[in-house]
């Protein structure tokens, strides 16, 4: 069983994470709407382009997707506590 401190170090690990995630999404957020309102206010009536902010849209994308996955969806204790009974042959 942790200690206090540990269980301290491990909240702290994961608050600056999700933090560091939520900083992440906001500025991917702000940056994409900035590109969009730039594009909307330079495109010319009839003009049928892709826009160009659609490129970092997507692979900026990409990075929040994973960011968003190791944050939330990462390694849990109770996914090492699985591995390791399997490792020790205690469960299958």
Do not use: C
Not at 56 to 67: K, Y
Not at 81 to 87: A, P, S
């Amino acid at each position: 069983m942790p200690t206090d401190k540990e269980l301290m170090k491990i909240a702290r690990k994961r608050t600056k994470d999700k933090t560091a995630f939520y900083i992440h999404f906001t500025i991917y957020v702000l940056v994409n709407l900035s590109l969009l309102i730039l594009y909307l206010s330079i495109l010319e009536p009839g003009t049928n382009l892709i826009p160009i902010f659609f490129g970092t849209f997507f692979g900026w994308g990409i990075g929040i997707v994973a960011h968003f996955i190791a944050v939330f969806g990462g390694v849990t204790e109770e996914k090492v506590q699985k591995e390791y009974k399997k490792l020790k042959g205690i469960e299958k």
